[in-house]
């Protein structure tokens, strides 16, 4: 039986009324692939919306406001990179997580979903229970950084850890959920040395595909926000060969 996979597919209205379940957005082009994630989420107890192509997801994410993105790379027209680059330029979505679904394994295409703004990545083939954890872990991440109020504050630059927005001279700073867990961390830590290994097991804990090498990518992305020289940091700066260190300018 061939079931119906439209680019906009809400098969259980019922259970889209419950505020507990997590919606995940899923866009997907192969059809048994998308209905295994939609199969499997449905079952460990979100709600999915599944789409075929990117053409109708910004409007219905700003109309639903999905807790988490999942993202195919190779899509017909529109692909995931790019559809992320999307997300991420749309202020009110900006923040909310994107995983990436992809068959490609190049560390180049790692790094460039990163680059992107992609919260974690996951290559076919995938256990649906690798999956359903990938997802519960990003959004763990987010639900531990919410859970604190407190706002931290140095020279021009404001943390608020409990609304997870980043301001520098009073502007609003889009950043992940990632960026923003590794801002906070470094912060946190201020005046210490943190290895990228360190960095990798208190941002990345869960997440295997994640290599030093990404750490950079991070640094780099946080630094071109924050800094008002990215090529001169004043609060992230680099020791070389051994990793990162925030500072407090005074
Ligand atoms: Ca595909």
């Given at each position: 039986m061939q079931l119906p996979l439209n680019s906009y597919e809400r098969?259980?209205?019922?259970?889209?009324?419950?505020?507990?379940r997590p919606l995940i957005f899923v866009v997907e082009d192969e059809a048994d692939i998308a209905r295994l994630i939609a199969h499997n989420l449905r079952a460990s107890g979100f709600e999915v919306q599944s789409f075929?192509?990117?053409?109708?997801i910004l409007s219905a994410a700003l109309r639903e406001?999905?807790?988490?993105f999942l993202l195919d790379?190779?899509?017909?027209?529109?692909?995931g990179f790019e559809l992320c680059r999307h997300i991420r330029q749309t202020p009110a979505l900006a923040s909310i997580p994107i995983i990436f679904l992809t068959a490609k394994t190049a560390e180049a295409d790692r790094v460039r979903g990163l680059e992107l703004g992609g919260d974690d990545y996951i290559t076919k083939p995938f256990s649906p229970r690798e999956l359903v954890a990938r997802i519960r872990s990003v959004l763990r991440g987010l639900a531990k950084e919410t859970a604190v109020a407190e706002i931290l504050r140095f020279g021009e630059l404001e943390i608020d850890v409990g609304s997870m927005t980043v301001q520098v001279q009073g502007r609003n700073v889009l950043t992940t959920v990632r960026e923003f867990r590794l801002l906070e961390y470094l912060a946190t830590h201020r005046g210490r040395v943190l290895t990228r290994d360190q960095l990798l097991d208190a941002v990345?804990?869960?997440?295997?595909?994640?290599?030093?090498r990404s750490i950079d990518v991070y640094i780099r992305r946080l630094r071109e926000k924050i800094e008002a020289d990215p090529r001169h940091p004043q609060y992230l700066k680099t020791l070389r060969g051994i990793g990162y260190r925030f500072e407090a300018p005074k």
């Open positions: 098969t259980d209205a019922a259970s889209a009324t419950s505020p507990s075929v192509n990117g053409a109708t406001m999905p807790a988490l790379v190779m899509l017909p027209g529109t692909d990345w804990k869960e997440t295997p595909f994640v290599t030093p």
